[in-house]
């Protein structure tokens, strides 16, 4: 047990030193506010360390009733509102600089952050709950810049009048400062104890945070739903369960942290007594004024005041850390398949084909195996199955949301593992089942994939896909401000805004996937001869589960279990007899 204990606090400040090592490495860009800020802390503290020397001189000449030196104590006393307002000062620049680095650092790893989570593939976000991601680029963040600040405020001041109250008390007795030096680790032996001890709480704490803040995300992002199938109760339940679990880390991560600003404060307090009591002995002997002892004492309540400050930042900074842990795990989690030169641009002419393509989002759990396609420039080529065959996830491939587990997909003769993400993907315009549209007006939703486009392309656009009509209709037009996914607007008119965009941008080739499936009828007829207008030479990959709409095309691939088992025009694969005759028939036959 003592073997496991101390390989964990081992393990402990290896990660704490690593953690600190890329917060070093954020830090040097802001070396001259750090600089600055030591300068001025300096400034201030040593400054501070002669109010004991002048508040021993003015008891000095407070002798007796009636012999006392006004005329010394009225300097005394302006030297020390002079350097009362100089330090004030010293110390508002020291805060502004400490702010600026804490802040702007922060402001950088948010940023890294956020650069990371648009670079990561999509198998990152499936494995990966949205509330948690989003918990450690804004509260972890917050957490992480409150302990960094609160970290340089106390190290720079602390560590300067550490130094120089120990130089003053030599200068005024050897002995007491020995005193003073030799039972002042007790007080760092007991606050290191106690925040190795809170920093596995602390993470703890943060894991458990994340985990809330993906209950609460999903339960508004999917409060209809909830309603719809009266699962309010269960959704309760489930915060309820993880608000318990978090109360109980942070009352642990608490309860061991306030620990240290109370043992600390003791072990300075004894420390203090001893001063005052061996001072007082001295005193009496003679060898020591009562000046000098005010002085002394001063000096030694402020050499024990940093500890007891740093003793309860370590705390903070322990939380501090355990955020930066996991912010750092996000900005150092892997993007497969960007390594080495790629290509950064691609002119599309629309040939793909596909070379013994085998994927399994589950390595244990085949998929696809062995699929061949070989699709020319213009070509339209329909994907049929049944649910789960593999129909979206070859979409996925198509786009380099994931990438094969062996094989090869061409472009234009050229590897996609070759290519940038994004240069693949420019090359491809699609429209999904499930619409996705920013805050934000109709018009910058539209021109989201071409911003340069003007108010005729944009407008021709929409009345393609026959969007202009409703969208005229609205109280502010093209300028309407919808909400997250769309707010107010029909799931309908969401597609087509969706569509839309795509008619705009007219890429090369066409993905669409179950693009029609939330249109009515009447306009799902006018939107199949937009699209049909649209994919004239264009490669275009089109997935239904309605086959009535896809007869025209120029290949049907029927899959099932991961596999091709058929492929052809419409009236041939009807007139063969095999899968797809079945599912044409269960779709119009009763």
């Known amino acids: 047990m003592r073997n496991v204990k101390k390989t964990q606090e081992k393990n402990t400040a290896a990660e704490n030193f690593r953690i600190i090592r890329r917060i070093l490495h954020y830090l040097r860009r802001y070396i001259f506010f750090m600089i600055a800020a030591f300068v001025f802390a300096g400034i201030s ?16 000449l407070i002798v007796t009733k009636g012999r006392v030196d006004f005329g010394g104590l009225k300097f005394i006393l302006m030297e020390i509102a002079v350097i009362i307002v100089i330090c004030a000062i010293s110390q508002w620049i020291t805060n502004a600089c400490n702010n600026h680095v804490a802040y702007s650092t922060v402001r950088d790893i948010r940023n890294d952050s956020i650069k990371k989570i648009n670079s990561l593939s999509i198998a990152y976000h499936d494995a990966h709950r949205t509330g948690e991601t989003v918990n450690r680029v804004i509260s972890d963040a917050d957490q992480f810049s409150d302990g960094l600040l609160l970290g340089f405020t106390q190290f720079f001041t602390g560590l300067i009048t550490i130094i120089g109250t120990l130089v003053m008390m030599l200068a005024i007795d050897l002995r007491i400062t020995i005193l003073v030096v030799v039972m002042t680790p007790l007080s760092i032996l007991v606050a290191s104890f106690i925040a190795s001890s809170s920093f596995r709480f602390f993470k703890e704490q943060s894991e458990k945070r994340g985990e809330q803040t993906s209950i609460i995300t999903e339960m508004i992002e999917q409060e209809k739903l909830m309603i719809a199938f009266s699962a309010e109760n269960y959704a309760g339940a489930d915060f309820e369960a993880n608000n ?54 001063g000096y030694a309540n402020q050499y024990t005041k940093p500890f007891n400050e740093i003793s309860g930042v370590v705390t903070e900074l322990q939380n501090a850390l ?3 842990g996991r912010l750092f795990e996000l900005i150092d989690e892997k993007i497969a ?15 793909v084909e596909l070379k013994d393509v085998s994927f399994s989002y589950d390595k244990n759990k085949k998929l696809l195996q062995s699929v061949n396609i070989h699709v020319r420039p213009g070509e339209r ?17 198509l786009m380099r949301f994931y990438d094969v587990d062996s094989g090869k997909i061409m472009v234009d003769g050229t590897d996609i593992m070759e290519m940038e993400k994004k240069a693949v993907r420019e090359n491809y315009g699609m429209v999904l089942q499930d619409t996705w549209l920013k805050p934000g007006t109709i018009r910058e939703n539209i021109i989201m994939g071409k911003p340069e486009a003007s108010d005729e392309e944009m407008i021709m656009a929409c009345k393609n896909s026959h969007a202009h009509s409703f969208i005229k209709q609205l109280e502010h037009g093209y ?8 707010g107010a607007l029909s799931q ?22 179950e693009a029609t499936s939330s249109i009515d009828t009447r306009t799902e007829l006018k939107i199949q001869d937009a699209f049909a207008e649209m994919m004239k030479g264009r490669t275009s990959f089109i997935v239904a589960h309605r086959l009535s709409t896809i007869k025209n095309a120029d290949c049907i691939l029927v899959m099932k279990d991961g596999n091709i088992i058929e492929q052809g025009k419409h009236e041939a694969l009807l007139s063969a007899g095999g899968f797809y005759q079945t599912l044409y028939k269960s779709q119009f036959e009763h």
Request: hydrophobic content about 45%; overall charge negative.
């Open 381 to 397: 080529y329909a994907i049929v199955g049944p649910t789960g065959c593999g129909k979206t996830t070859l979409i996925n491939l």
């Open 337 to 351: 398949g960007d390594s080495g030169e790629l290509l950064t641009e691609l002119s599309a002419k629309g040939e």
């Open 492 to 513: 309908g008119q969401k597609q087509l805004i969706c569509i839309s965009r795509v008619m705009l941008t007219l890429p090369p080739m066409l993905i669409l996937d």
């Open 322 to 324: 355990a955020c930066a």
């Open 45 to 60: 503290s040593v400054l501070a360390l002669y109010l004991p020397v002048f508040t021993g001189d003015a008891v000095d």
């Open 479 to 486: 300028d309407t401000v919808i909400g997250e996914d769309g």
């Open 244 to 297: 318990e679990e978090l109360a109980k880390s942070s009352l642990k991560a608490t309860f061991v942290s306030s620990l240290t600003n109370p043992s600390t404060r003791f072990i300075n307090n004894m420390i203090y007594a001893c001063v005052a009591i061996f001072g007082a002995l001295l005193v009496v002997s003679g060898e020591l004024s009562v000046g000098a002892l005010t002085a002394f004492l």
